[in-house]
């Protein structure tokens, strides 16, 4: 099977899942937390499907991350006046 026929059986599954949590909860009332969480649970798998499904269906070029270019330039000496060295103590000061 392809990965579209794997996907299709799944959201048929899924279809008939969301049929038999309805029934349940027609017959069981919908105001207990564990029908709650079933129910929660049985729409983030749909909502879990529709993201793979829309992850296959984008071509499978594999994204190079963007390059970043760091200047060769010193930085500015006015973003650190307000900080301390690591390790080294206070500026202007000398060790003992």
Same mark, same amino acid.
């Given at each position: 099977m392809s990965v579209h026929d794997?996907? +299709?059986a799944v959201q048929r599954c899924l279809d008939d899942l969301s049929r038999s949590v309805g029934r349940l909860e027609q017959q069981l009332g919908s105001d207990g937390l564990e029908m709650r /969480?079933? /129910?929660a649970d049985a729409a983030h798998l749909k909502e879990s499907v529709a993201l793979l499904r829309e992850a296959t269906a984008q071509p499978a +070029?594999?994204?190079r991350p963007e390059l970043l270019t760091i200047p060769d330039t010193p930085y500015d000496d006015s973003l650190w006046i307000d900080t301390d060295d690591e390790g080294l103590g206070a500026r @202007? /000061? @000398?060790a003992p």
């Open positions: 794997d996907l +299709t /969480r079933v /129910r +070029t594999p994204r @202007h /000061r @000398h």
